[in-house]
């Protein structure tokens, strides 16, 4: 796919190719994620703040899926920013069910530098056909429980590399849920910028017939042992170009934004 087909694609150069170079679930199974060719000229796009002072090593970003179709379509993504100016992505795709009847989410965690390195079971090498690393887990959770991102720069070694890692705590308790996946960027790459943006994107065709309920809660940065929590995060909606519209409400949980495609049919009944 064309890596730079859209005006929007300039502040989100690496918007599809996550979706699209195929993630790890587990440690082993391959997804295919994506239609060739298809595309929108952009996307509702998420605005959030740590309120950190300087750049963090940890980044915590939160976000419950509270009423969803049990199917792959929309993903919900945070792009992050390093001091060099590379920038991981992480985020959430609701799933099918699993074998147990249990609803799944598929937490991702990517980078498209050329420089990146793994030797973790649940990271592929590749983005979109091109370099970088693509990581990713599938875990059982209950909608409506607020699940949060956990991604650090790790530790560094020498001059040469620094360890990504990323994880899905559950945060209320900090209880880990699942790891998503670790990568290796030369050491310059540096800390988490303290605020950014993300996106919603609808990166199946069946995304445009979807309607999903999600809550964003305040994300957190880390540095040398401080937590800065940040306001709840903005959703905007295109001003066209997207098979998507979202609607936003504050409640005493956080952001909760709801997410309706063009071709969205209630069911009757």
Request: glycine share 12%; proline share 7%; aromatic share 8%.
């Amino acid at each position: 796919m064309n890596a730079t087909p859209h005006a929007r694609r300039t502040a989100r150069p690496s918007l599809r190719r996550l979706a699209r170079s195929g993630t790890v679930i587990g440690a082993t199974a391959l997804l295919s994620l994506g239609v060739a060719g298809q595309s929108w000229a952009s996307t509702p796009t998420s605005h959030w703040t740590t309120g950190a002072p300087t750049p963090v090593t940890t980044l915590t970003l939160p976000l419950s899926v509270d009423a969803a179709p049990d199917a792959a379509g929309i993903y919900f993504a945070y792009y992050t920013t390093l001091e060099s100016g590379t920038r991981p992505y992480a985020g959430f795709q609701p799933e099918p069910l699993d074998a147990n009847g249990n609803h799944t989410l598929q937490a991702v965690f990517s980078s498209f530098n050329a420089n990146a390195t793994t030797t973790d079971a649940n990271c592929q090498y590749g983005a979109d056909g091109g370099a970088g690393v693509s990581c990713s887990v599938r875990f059982a959770y209950t909608p409506g429980t607020m699940y949060s991102l956990v991604l650090q720069r790790d530790y560094v070694s020498g001059d040469t590399t620094q360890l990504m890692t990323g994880d899905v705590v559950e945060t209320a308790t900090g209880a880990p849920v699942a790891h998503i996946g670790s990568f290796g960027l030369p050491a310059a790459s540096g800390r988490f910028k303290a605020s950014d943006q993300g996106f919603i994107e609808p990166y199946l065709t069946a995304g445009c017939s979807q309607q999903v309920t999600v809550t964003y809660g305040r994300p957190v940065g880390t540095e040398l042992g401080v937590d800065y929590t940040g306001s709840l995060p903005t959703v905007t909606d295109p001003a066209s170009g997207s098979c998507l519209s979202t609607t936003s409400v504050t409640t005493d949980k956080g952001q909760q934004v709801t997410v309706t495609g063009d071709s969205y049919q209630p069911s009757a009944g």
